[in-house]
């Protein structure tokens, strides 16, 4: 049956009245957290709401000007800009010396996506309290955010729904008739298809149902959900167990020099979702971790492939990718440089504290020369050959620790051939 309610988006149809209706972020709404007390204090404050896609932090600005009977005025940064704010402003002069004086919340979201004038704008109102300022973003705070604003808003972070969060959701969506029922596999592979994003669950849905509706499914399986959905809906749950078990079988190819196996693994994460971007990252500590200074080029043409997705874009981008985990797996191999970094960090964790030498600390003061800082070093590129054979550069009574062991393949193989002799001019200095 056909209503007027089923004419509204299904996300605003379950979208939270009050504070007790949210779904997940128990860890800042629970009793006695954050931001119910926030809530609760009828006091509100500026603040930033810094998570992924999907977790309610529109909701919470909404449920905030509810709580504390303020205008809510929501500003997108992506299509705004200083004209939206000055806007805002406006009508918060107007409803604070209005008849009945009332309080204004600012939303604005993607605030990361407004520059630094644009940030600044809302500083003296914040000040003032004019409004009170609510932004949301989906980047570090830290990095996206204008010291300034940052410093006078409290930050908040969302997580990804959980699973048993976006069950109950679906469990709403089917109480109000929405959806139909769904058989444990359909519905497992819809929550994985979610991947901690309400937002994205809804919709689906909202397709699933128009979709099982003109067939007049009652129940919905796993097979039709597949046929219905199937580019829609991934191979492997993007934050699961199968995601991790294949990153893994990509990354043990590059490592096992085997191009074919890399390459498959790499297309079978494009196909299931992997967002690039993440596997860029990948290849990059795998140029670090695994092929290391055997070929140093590898890190170098990591990065670049990197860079060249952020140019492109999918799918273009995706060539200079599948070009870098080809190389990476057929080039030399070395963890010596990851082996030796682990095993300093071991050390140092348990060693003292030892003092630098007095001939390798810095000397900018007369005073620091008086006291014999720097006296004795040796500049390299004054010595035979730009080496200062025989120089000590270890904290005094530590014996070489021997961290950086070269391997004989790649680079590494004239690598240890320098270290080698350059261990010999130090042993006939000595």
């Known amino acids: 049956?056909?209503?007027?309610?089923?004419?509204?988006?299904?996300?605003?149809?379950?979208?939270?009245?009050?504070?007790?209706?949210?779904?997940?972020?128990?860890?800042?709404?629970?009793?006695?957290?954050?931001?119910?007390?926030?809530?609760?204090?009828?006091?509100?404050?500026?603040?930033?709401?810094?998570?992924?896609?999907g977790v309610g932090k529109t909701t919470i600005a909404r449920l905030?000007?509810?709580?504390?009977?303020?205008?809510?005025?929501?500003?997108?940064?992506?299509?705004?800009?200083?004209?939206?704010?000055?806007?805002?402003?406006?009508?918060?002069?107007?409803?604070?010396?209005?008849?009945?004086?009332?309080?204004?919340?600012?939303?604005?979201?993607?605030?990361?996506?407004?520059?630094?004038?644009?940030?600044?704008?809302?500083?003296?109102?914040?000040?003032?309290?004019?409004?009170?300022?609510?932004?949301?973003?989906?980047?570090?705070?830290?990095?996206?955010v204008n010291s300034a604003l940052l410093s006078r808003a409290a930050v908040y972070v969302l997580q990804p729904l959980q699973e048993d969060d976006l069950r109950q959701i679906v469990a709403k969506a089917q109480a109000i008739g929405a959806v139909p029922a769904m058989e444990d596999a359909a519905l497992a592979r819809m929550i994985a298809y979610a991947d901690g994003d309400a937002r994205r669950l809804l919709n689906t849905l909202e397709t699933l149902a128009v979709a099982a509706n003109k067939e007049r499914l009652e129940q919905v399986t796993d097979a039709w959900l597949l046929r219905?959905?199937?580019?829609?809906?991934?191979?492997?749950?993007?934050?699961?167990?199968?995601?991790?078990?294949?990153i893994s079988a990509l990354h043990k190819s590059v490592r096992g020099s085997d191009p074919d196996a890399a390459l498959y693994w790499f297309v079978r994460m494009l196909d299931g979702g992997a967002d690039p971007r993440y596997l860029a990252r990948r290849f990059i500590r795998m140029a670090a971790e695994d092929v290391g200074l055997a070929d140093p080029r590898a890190l170098r043409?990591?990065?670049?492939?990197?860079?060249?997705y952020e140019r492109l874009g999918s799918p273009e981008g995706e060539l200079a990718l599948a070009e870098c985990v080809v190389y990476l797996a057929i080039a030399a191999k070395s963890n010596a440089v990851y082996k030796a970094f682990n095993e300093a960090k071991a050390f140092v964790k348990k060693d003292g504290t030892r003092p630098v030498p007095m001939h390798l600390r810095n000397a900018p003061t007369k005073l620091m020369k008086e006291l014999d800082y720097g006296k004795g070093y040796r500049y390299a590129h004054d010595e035979e050959g730009g080496f200062a054979a025989g120089e000590n550069y270890l904290p005094e009574g530590m014996p070489p620790p021997g961290f950086y062991r070269p391997v004989d393949r790649g680079l590494e193989i004239r690598i240890g051939e320098k270290l080698a002799e350059l261990q010999r001019r130090n042993q006939a200095a000595r």
């Not at 580019?231 to 294949?246: A, C, N, P, V």
């Open 228 to 246: 219905v959905l199937g580019e829609r809906m991934r191979r492997y749950d993007k934050g699961g167990d199968q995601f991790y078990d294949t």
């Open 1 to 53: 049956m056909v209503t007027a309610a089923s004419h509204i988006p299904l996300a605003e149809r379950l979208r939270p009245r009050t504070l007790g209706e949210v779904i997940g972020q128990q860890h800042l709404l629970g009793e006695g957290m954050a931001l119910r007390l926030a809530f609760e204090s009828g006091q509100p404050h500026s603040c930033i709401l810094w998570g992924p896609p």
């Open 64 to 144: 905030m000007a509810d709580a504390f009977d303020a205008q809510f005025i929501t500003i997108s940064a992506v299509l705004g800009g200083v004209k939206d704010i000055r806007e805002a402003v406006e009508k918060a002069e107007l409803a604070r010396d209005g008849l009945h004086a009332q309080r204004t919340i600012v939303f604005v979201d993607e605030v990361h996506r407004f520059n630094k004038s644009q940030q600044d704008a809302f500083l003296p109102h914040v000040e003032s309290g004019l409004f009170t300022f609510i932004g949301a973003t989906t980047e570090n705070p830290s990095f996206e």
């Open 301 to 308: 043409l990591a990065l670049d492939a990197a860079d060249v």
